[in-house]
């Protein structure tokens, strides 16, 4: 049973930081790409930042480059957000998922194959 558990998410002021964590209990996890999102009240899930199965490529959403930085642990089954001068903004609830099959990152939810329950980031101004 495929299980992606995010971690890290809480309550910051404008300017902190958070380190999010996703650990994926997925066999194929050393040849899947992953990506973290994102979810507003009211709006539609986002992409904020993918990286490839072997870490040779990493993408990010415009709004985040410079102040988010995505990296994995093939060794620990776990992919990491380091967030630094967090903004109001970057409130909402944070996932992790999983593209199975040696691609790279993508900001398309649909190519994604497993999906974790979030870890809500909320931002203080």
């Known amino acids: 049973q495929v299980q992606l558990v995010e971690s890290g998410g809480g309550l910051v002021q404008a300017g902190g930081s958070l380190r999010l964590s996703c650990v994926a209990a997925?066999?194929?996890?050393?040849?899947?790409?992953m990506g973290w999102f994102r979810q507003a009240p009211g709006k539609e899930r986002e992409f904020v930042a993918a990286?490839?199965?072997?870490?040779?490529?990493?993408y990010y959403a415009d709004s985040v480059k410079g102040r988010l930085t995505i990296s994995r642990d093939n060794a620990k089954n776990t992919v990491y957000l380091q967030m630094n001068s967090l903004k109001p903004e970057d409130t909402a609830v944070y996932y992790c998922?999983?593209?199975?099959?040696?691609?790279?990152?993508?900001?398309?939810?649909?190519?994604?194959?497993?999906w974790g329950q979030g870890t809500q980031v909320t931002v203080s101004s």
């Open positions: 998922g999983a593209r199975s099959g040696f691609y790279t990152g993508s900001s398309d939810t649909r190519d994604y194959d497993y």
């Open positions: 990286i490839s199965w072997n870490s040779g490529r990493t």
């Open positions: 997925l066999r194929t996890f050393s040849s899947s790409a």
